[in-house]
């Protein structure tokens, strides 16, 4: 296996510890699409070592599939993998449902596959739940397009610990995509013993909490994307959170490293954590998140970390009489 690669659980996929998302190419979240800056940070992400790319046909209805497909169609298609998903039924007023029917299945296949310039898709994730939809039904849909080699694996996101086992249960579901960082780490509590337990594969999206774990906010920035309706960037939630962030800065110098590397090398230092999805939007911001691959914390500072940011989640230290300190 070359360096910088890890296996996906019991998808066997090998994919690089760091996923270039393109949520951001969302312009109803996150607002101004620079399609072209974008295009070149895939490509630097390529050429510094990231194989493995996640997109769906719900981001910017396509257009992130659109974007991706262009810029990964010159490279050798055996040397990227390529993880998109699919969920919803699109109205042509704008408007949409969850549609994960089988019909319904193959035909945003059939779509995402000419948009991404590619015959086939390594990983194809069910977005979220759909409570009309049998599993069963669903997992043999899934089965059949691994048959036609029009897929090779099959996962699910933003699925719950008792959706999971369902899944699992009549399905080889083998990747699970969860909203996971280290300011909200709920998925530690039932999905991620469960996915250790079962070889589920797992690559968390939001590592950096929507950019707040980046470092680079000072808690007095108002934001003009959805963000502004998120309670943890605003008023003095936002304050606190941003000045207990900026305190990782001595640890993350003690490692050479910035607090956004560090917060990188930290969330993947987690054994149930294959993978985390980076949604940066320059080369510049690829080339700092690179150089956190490969790079290990240690336990003491790891936990220094947790209790940093989440007072709550952190490690309770007690005295000699058995105090909470």
Same mark, same amino acid.
């Not at 009549?170 to 709920?186: D, H, K, M, R, T």
């Not at 013993?193 to 000072?218: A, E, N, R, T, W």
């Not at 985390?276 to 510049?284: R, S, W």
């Given at each position: 296996?070359?360096?910088?690669?890890?296996?996906?659980?019991?998808?066997?996929?090998?994919?690089?510890?760091?996923?270039?998302?393109?949520?951001?190419?969302?312009?109803?979240?996150?607002?101004?699409?620079?399609?072209?800056?974008?295009?070149?940070?895939?490509?630097?992400?390529?050429?510094?070592?990231?194989?493995?790319?996640?997109?769906?046909?719900?981001?910017?209805?396509?257009?992130?599939?659109?974007?991706?497909?262009?810029?990964?169609?010159?490279?050798?298609?055996?040397?990227?993998?390529?993880?998109?998903?699919?969920?919803?039924?699109?109205?042509?007023?704008?408007?949409?449902?969850?549609?994960?029917?089988?019909?319904?299945?193959?035909?945003?296949?059939?779509?995402?596959?000419?948009?991404?310039?590619?015959?086939?898709?390594?990983?194809?994730?069910?977005?979220?739940?759909?409570?009309?939809?049998?599993?069963?039904?669903?997992?043999?849909?899934?089965?059949?397009?691994?048959?036609?080699?029009?897929?090779?694996?099959?996962?699910?996101?933003?699925?719950?610990?008792?959706?999971? !086992?369902? $899944? %699992? =249960?009549?399905?080889?579901?083998?990747?699970?995509?969860?909203? &996971?960082?280290? @300011?909200?780490?709920?998925?530690?509590?039932?999905?991620?013993?469960?996915?250790?337990?079962?070889?589920?594969?797992?690559?968390?999206?939001?590592?950096?909490?929507?950019?707040?774990?980046?470092?680079?906010?000072?808690?007095?920035?108002?934001?003009?994307?959805?963000?502004?309706?998120?309670?943890?960037?605003?008023?003095?939630?936002?304050?606190?959170?941003?000045?207990?962030?900026?305190?990782?800065?001595?640890?993350?110098?003690?490692?050479?490293?910035?607090?956004?590397?560090?917060?990188?090398?930290?969330?993947?230092?987690?054994?149930?954590?294959?993978?985390?999805?980076?949604?940066?939007?320059?080369?510049?911001?690829? !080339?700092? $998140? %690179? =150089?956190?691959?490969?790079?290990?914390?240690?336990?003491?500072? &790891?936990?220094? @970390?947790?209790?940093?940011?989440?007072?709550?989640?952190?490690?309770?230290?007690?005295?000699?009489?058995?105090?909470?300190?």
């Amino acid at each position: 296996m070359r360096p910088n690669r890890i296996i996906l659980g019991k998808s066997g996929l090998e994919v690089s510890p760091l996923c270039l998302g393109t949520w951001q190419l969302s312009p109803r979240f996150w607002g101004e699409v620079r399609v072209e800056q974008m295009a070149r940070a895939i490509r630097t992400a390529f050429d510094l070592g990231i194989n493995f790319f996640d997109t769906a046909d719900a981001y910017g209805d396509g257009l992130a599939e659109s974007v991706l497909g262009e810029t990964l169609q010159p490279l050798p298609r055996d040397k990227v993998v390529i993880a998109t998903k699919v969920f919803n039924h699109f109205n042509p007023d704008g408007t949409r449902y969850p549609d994960l029917s089988p019909p319904h299945i193959r035909e945003r296949l059939t779509a995402s596959l000419k948009r991404l310039k590619t015959d086939y898709i390594d990983l194809y994730l069910l977005h979220f739940y759909d409570q009309l939809t049998p599993l069963p039904i669903i997992a043999e849909t899934m089965e059949k397009l691994k048959a036609e080699g029009k897929i090779r694996h099959y996962g699910v996101s933003n699925f719950t610990i008792e959706e999971l !086992r369902a $899944a %699992v =249960a009549v399905g080889n579901f083998s990747v699970l995509q969860p909203a &996971y960082s280290l @300011i909200n780490p709920e998925a530690e509590k039932a999905l991620f013993p469960f996915c250790l337990v079962h070889q589920i594969g797992v690559m968390v999206y939001s590592p950096l909490h929507k950019g707040l774990l980046s470092g680079k906010y000072k808690g007095t920035e108002v934001f003009t994307d959805f963000r502004r309706f998120h309670p943890d960037f605003q008023g003095e939630r936002f304050r606190q959170l941003a000045e207990a962030v900026a305190s990782l800065a001595p640890l993350a110098s003690r490692y050479g490293m910035t607090i956004y590397q560090l917060v990188l090398a930290a969330t993947l230092t987690h054994p149930a954590i294959h993978c985390g999805i980076i949604g940066v939007k320059n080369e510049d911001q690829v !080339r700092e $998140a %690179v =150089a956190a691959m490969g790079r290990t914390i240690d336990r003491a500072d &790891y936990f220094k @970390i947790r209790q940093l940011l989440s007072p709550g989640e952190g490690v309770k230290i007690k005295d000699a009489e058995g105090k909470v300190k």
